[in-house]
């Protein structure tokens, strides 16, 4: 794989000379014209080369209008990225549409170095690949261009660097991790390879740019980012983007999961009122204990409209200290969130060691009426399942538990509700036009409930189908798989 990138490559000084002035050109023209594209712009700079990759990005950031690059250089994790999954970092920065990011500094980098250390085993190594795959796969259906290089240096000239900074006694540019790079040359090429293979894909394939001429180096990836650049700003937008996508039709299934929730479960008052004293007093003490031993965890409530969501978020929160949790109602997302991947906004509301998020609604949006109201294609709502595993995969893999709630009501139970918050004048806003017209669409919303369920509920993270005709009867069920899941979790640590 790199042995195009060990020939000598260079450009003369007068070559560049005649080619960098139209070049910076057309740089910042398709810069320029990107602020005003549909779609944003990662570059992914690394390689075996550190300082080469360093003063590539300075010299990209030189050739472009650098006010408009968003520069983001990941060295080891601080301690507020440690106490988030691996990814959270990368998710956090990502551009919105009409703009350019690169990225640097760890990713792909950091754990060959660590596979080559003997921190990770070839499981985790590989499991760390599936997630990038899946990182960049989301981002380029999206609609994001990712543009990903490796500067290597062959190891003739990286032997000649390192003479050179050892004479000055460790001065230069070179740091501990480029020693440990040379020292290990042998072995981390092939692993390189290994890991580049495993992360290109048809669509943004690794370019291996030879690192040992700079002014090759550098024209040679600013060439290659001027031409994929303007030839995906030269794509006119079909008339499929520009049209709506109709809402998917109704289908009304025989049968689905929602049929296996006993909704004649019911808690009378005395019961319910000594089970939600007992198990509010054991969340608090384990609430508590999760935060002195850093343990974070997150609440997803989905259910039918007047289901009763807020009431059993209300007793959750009750039990708590207000410092242990955040609650987070999901509505219709803001310009900066459409800007960008519909899970960006999730990604950075994941809690800090020892704190718990609820979501009034979540991310399931995508695949509930995004999907039933034609929000978006087909195709769009169709990847999500896979794009929704990954995410909550990733949330459960950093020791973070995950409960996920479907609070599931009757028709007949619903309309009561809907008639009783209209007659009492504090629940009078929670009743809109749009209750009642998502009612008419019952059968589709049952059936995409039911592929929600077969397709996300996963061994790390099942759903819970609540009964929720009974209000406390729910509220207690919450309680308790909360309660039950905590101390399994405090219990492992």
Known sequence: MFEAAEVGSKISRGEADEQLPQLRVDLINAQYDLREGDFPVLIVLMGDDRPGVSELVNRLNEWMDGRYIRTHVFGAPTDDELQRPRDWRYWLALPGRGQLAIYTGAFALETILERLQGAIDQTELDRRLRHMRRFEQSLRDGGALVLKFWIHLPRKAFKKRVKKSRKKGGGGRLDAADHLIFDAYDDLMPLAEYVLRKTDPGGAPWHIVEGTQARYRDITVARTIRSVLMERLSRAPTPETLAAPAPAPVVAPEATVLDTVDLDAVLERPEYRAQRDELQARLRALTRRAREE???????????????????????????????????????????????????????????????????????????????????????????????????????????????????IDREEQTRRFRERERTPYKKYKITDEDYRNRERWDAYRSAVNDMVQRTSTQFAPWTLVPANDKRFARVEVLRTICEGLAKRLDES
């Open 294 to 408: 850093g343990v974070s965890s997150v609440a997803v409530f989905e259910g039918w409209d007047a289901a009763g969501k807020g009431g059993v978020i209300r007793r959750i929160t009750q039990a708590m200290d207000v410092q242990d949790y955040r609650v987070v109602p999901i509505g219709a997302p803001t310009d900066e969130e459409l800007a960008r991947h519909y899970l960006w906004r999730f990604w950075r509301q994941l809690p800090r060691a020892g704190r718990m998020v609820i979501f009034d609604r979540s991310w399931y949006g995508r695949v509930l009426v995004e999907r039933v109201e034609g929000l978006v294609p087909e195709l769009a709502w169709q990847r999500a399942y896979a794009e929704i595993d990954d995410f909550e995969e990733q949330i459960v893999e950093r020791g973070i538990p995950l409960f996920k709630f479907w609070l599931h």
